[in-house]
């Protein structure tokens, strides 16, 4: 009877450390999404919000081809910033895990992270005036005499996707270096043993195995940028309205939540579909 | 197991949490809870009828008005005494049973008559609003860089491209709308679905000349740093604060007219400290407080009560045009004021116009 009694209590243990986590888990992410999706199945009609419960607003995003445009726009610059980030991101974390001494590894890495240590507003801010005509680097370049006229850098999808690079490189860094410290230091040694040149062995051995580490932070660009408003909005000068943007621009003055939620849905969708394309080619659905 | 002393100690700090979530902005019968535009933020306006009623005021501030009403839609009736809101949306905070009726007297006899607006603030003779401040949806420019006489003809903003890359345009799909109309000669209050082709292809055409469309911070970032030399959409809330820095920021308005925007002041309907909030309101409409109002540290513009011009500094008022305004209240319009199904269209001509 004692035995059983303390089976039962090791089995509802588990669900105590669970249960706050499920709790906050369904107030704070299903029930708003339930709501989410119920809201984008009514109508603004007027200055009222009618449970219609239709598709008229998923239509709509189908039927406009400026809504089209801001998904395709949101994808492309998502894209974008996630493979330049990545192209950046690699050399940096490389170099900190096998160039920087062990012991100026963590101060090289809070110098990598530093930019994380502002707000992101005022960095955008900040970016703005370095981009801007007369800013930091059109003067540099006038200075040194390799253009005449400034070039127009802020306001721009340019600039949009320098502020995200900016953001994520330190991102994708953190979790490519935390990958190549997992990786043993004989792996390496062996391919060298074999005969494999040094770009033989990054390419077949050290590339491949710290794919995880990359894809993980591509995912977490991915899903941070597609979904952020504030870079575009105060980087992007409106010259490509993004999905968050005309997300917002429902809301601003007319309170077209019904519209909102429709296209923040398809949104997720989006995000939902490029993640499980991720966890199929990581395999990640078998662990 | 859980001790009783636990038990209790969880039990008191769960009720205070449910206390302190339920309680929502007002906590203390000393305090009043205003949900306003930024201007209001200023602290050089507020104090003053902090230390005369000894209590605190507790500013949300907010854009859009969309904004506002969700946020009073996801608030306990009571919360909020106080309400600036958009002039043209009176009639739906009315409509929507938000806004009280404020006490006969409450509006001085000084406003300048053109901005009074009782039109939309005056229902079946009781006064829900009072107009506390305008200005207009124009054309600012910087004067070291552009030719003044040339911005009196708004048409130059698009015909050609003489200002290409020099422009920028003000993010509010309303009042730029207006001002294109305007520019096309429509009158802003009759515009109807029939007039958005036209409109349309003078916006693309404004925006093919413009080098960004920006919020309130980076459209005036953008004409302060020599980003861009115009404004559309501008005016003295844009200009008028930064010109004791840069005398060549200034504004005008062209011969075809601007939009005239303004913000009211009212009292929630549900309002717990009604009489506080009308001492609120009846402050803020007074002279002192609307000369201090007019040149808030946030944004610069006309304080509708013409009696404020006595508390205003020469270098205030020739910044704000005060002189110009009897020749700019004629000639100017109020901005559209769309029914929900116009507005629907005209928001969906703005996301074209910025995804052109």
Redesign the interface.
């Known amino acids: 009877m004692a035995t059983v009694r303390r089976r039962g209590g090791d089995g509802l243990r588990p669900w105590a450390f669970v249960v706050p986590a499920l709790l906050w888990t369904v107030a704070f992410f299903c029930a708003p999404f339930v709501v989410m999706a119920a809201v984008s199945l009514w109508e603004?009609?007027?200055?009222d919000l009618v449970a219609s419960w239709s598709f008229v607003n998923y239509a709509k995003f189908f039927a406009?081809p400026?809504?089209l445009?801001?998904m395709a726009n949101s994808l492309e610059v998502t894209a974008i910033v996630t493979v330049l980030s990545i192209l950046l991101a690699y050399p940096l974390a490389w170099i900190l895990a096998e160039r920087v001494p062990e012991r100026w590894q963590r101060i090289a890495l809070i110098c990598a992270i530093l930019p994380f240590w502002t707000s992101y507003v005022v960095r955008s801010?900040a970016w703005?005036?370095v981009l801007?005509?007369?800013g930091v680097i059109n003067q540099a370049l006038t200075g040194i005499g390799l253009i005449d006229e400034p070039l127009?850098l802020?306001?721009s999808r340019t600039a949009t996707v320098i502020g995200f690079v900016h953001f994520f490189v330190m991102l994708l860094t953190l979790t490519i270096y935390a990958n190549l410290k997992q990786l043993p230091k004989n792996y390496a040694r062996a391919a060298a043993d074999l005969g494999a040149s040094r770009f033989a062995t990054f390419v077949h051995v050290i590339l491949p195995l710290t794919l995880p580490g990359i894809m993980v932070g591509a995912f977490l660009t991915f899903v941070l940028c597609i979904g952020d408003y504030i870079t575009p909005?105060?980087l992007g000068?409106?010259?490509?309205?993004v999905m968050p943007?005309?997300i917002m621009?429902?809301?601003?003055?007319?309170?077209?939540?019904p519209t909102a939620s429709a296209l923040a849905i398809l949104l997720m969708v989006v995000v939902t579909l490029v993640y499980i394309a991720c966890a199929r080619w990581l395999k990640l659905e078998r662990a | 197991m859980m001790t009783t002393t636990m038990r209790k100690s969880l039990l008191a700090i769960g009720t205070s949490a449910i206390a302190l979530v339920a309680a929502g902005p007002a906590l203390a019968a000393g305090e009043l809870n205003a949900l306003v535009w930024c201007d209001h933020t200023d602290p050089e306006l507020i104090r003053p009828f902090e230390e005369a009623h000894d209590v605190r005021v507790n500013l949300k501030e907010y854009e859009g008005t969309g904004t506002a009403l969700s946020l009073v839609e996801q608030s306990r009736p009571g919360d909020w005494d106080v309400f600036v809101i958009d002039g043209i949306d009176v009639p739906r905070a009315i409509d929507a049973g938000i806004l009280g009726e404020l006490p006969e007297g409450t509006a001085p006899d000084t406003i300048f008559p053109e901005v009074a607006l009782d039109e939309l603030q005056v229902r079946d003779g009781k006064r829900y609003a009072v107009t506390e401040k305008f200005g207009y949806n124009t054309v600012s420019f910087n004067k070291a860089d552009v030719d003044p006489a040339a911005m009196e003809d708004m048409t130059a903003l698009w015909k050609d491209d003489t200002y290409k890359g020099q422009i920028a345009v003000y993010d509010y799909y309303l009042p730029v709308i207006g001002m294109v109309a305007m520019g096309l000669g429509k009158q802003t209050a009759d515009l109807t679905e029939d007039d958005l082709p036209e409109i349309r292809e003078t916006l693309f055409k404004l925006k093919d000349n413009a080098a960004l469309v920006g919020e309130v911070v980076s459209s005036q970032t953008a004409i302060a740093t020599g980003e861009v030399d115009i404004l559309v959409g501008g005016g003295e809330w844009v200009t008028a604060g930064l010109s004791a820095e840069n005398p060549d920021l200034d504004w005008i308005l062209p011969e075809q007219g601007g939009v005239r925007w303004s913000q009211s002041i009212g009292v929630f309907a549900d309002s717990e400290r009604k009489d506080l909030a009308v001492e609120f309101v009846k402050y803020i409409l007074s002279p002192e407080a609307q000369a201090k109002l007019a040149t808030s540290s946030c944004y610069w513009a006309m304080p509708a009560n013409a009696a404020a011009g006595d508390a205003l500094t020469d270098q205030q008022k020739q910044a704000l045009r005060w002189d110009d305004q009897p020749d700019y209240l004629k000639n100017a319009q109020l901005y559209p004021s769309p029914d929900a199904e116009l507005d629907a269209k005209m928001q969906d001509l703005w996301a074209e116009f910025l995804q052109h």
Do not use: K
């Open positions: 603004r009609v007027g200055t406009r400026h809504f445009e801001a801010y703005l005036l801007a005509n007369n127009s802020a306001n909005q105060i000068g409106n010259s490509d309205l943007q005309l621009l429902q809301i601003g003055r007319r309170a077209d939540f």
